[in-house]
């Protein structure tokens, strides 16, 4: 799509914010008005319209499609989402471990150990840890927890949520940082650790990083996203 409009500018409305372009309200691709619920969210989401040049290109816009995400996809059907982001609980990157080698298995304990205790005192569940990739079973009652707890997020804070947790690979890891119990850096290294290890022993590959930083630009664009929903 062409840049169709001149001037970009924010302003309030019924249940929260605005961006206008040209004095009208953007909607998002369900044609929904595009109300976001902080005034540091709608400022950031106009300064992504004003950066487009000629074309339009949503790639660049992550908050925009983030908030759109929330509108479109999330609050029609929440139920559904929250299914979706819970599952992660029955199989979370934090609870196979590797057996061997011994160095990958001492990092993984450094990095993940933490989290995974941090969850358990914050939700009052057990999480079963193993070893190998032979599927373990999670208690009923931790799963039922961690269902409730994505369930009673706002549909702006699922919207994140399902990114940070489908490129981690982990629910806890999406919680923490919902949470602010973890930063954006270390919630990305815990998330990498297996895939950097092997960089490290076996060498780079050219497609393999590109990919993964193309996902660290998303995942900090979550993050990003939840702290604008703060302010």
């Not at 540091?40 to 995400?69: C, F, G, K, S, Y």
């Not at 981690?168 to 815990?190: K, N, R």
Request: aromatic share 6%; with cysteine; net charge negative.
């Amino acid at each position: 799509m062409k840049r169709f409009y001149q001037s970009v500018t924010t302003a309030p409305a019924e249940g929260g914010h605005h961006v206008l372009l040209d004095g009208r309200p953007v909607r998002t691709p369900a044609k929904a008005l595009l109300v976001l619920p902080t005034p540091a969210l709608a400022a950031a989401l106009a300064d992504e319209w004003q950066a487009q040049a000629t074309d339009i290109v949503p790639a660049a816009m992550p908050l925009t499609r983030h908030a759109n995400t929330a509108l479109d996809r999330v609050a029609p059907q929440r139920d559904v989402v929250v299914a979706e982001i819970a599952r992660y609980g029955e199989s979370d990157l934090l609870c196979y471990r590797a057996d061997w080698p011994a160095e990958l298995v001492a990092r993984q304990a450094s990095a993940w150990d933490p989290l995974i205790a941090w969850a358990q005192a914050r939700y009052d569940l057990t999480l079963a840890v193993t070893s190998g990739i032979v599927h373990v079973a999670q208690p009923a009652e931790t799963l039922a927890r961690l269902t409730q707890a994505v369930a009673a997020l706002d549909d702006w804070r699922l919207a994140a949520l399902h990114t940070l947790t489908t490129l981690s690979g982990s629910l806890v890891i999406g919680l923490a940082l919902v949470d602010g119990a973890v930063e954006a850096d270390g919630a990305w290294a815990a998330s990498q650790l297996d895939e950097l290890y092997q960089v490290e022993h076996w060498g780079e590959d050219a497609l393999a990083t590109k990919a993964r930083d193309h996902r660290r630009t998303e995942f900090d664009a979550a993050v990003r996203f939840l702290a604008l929903l703060a302010d």
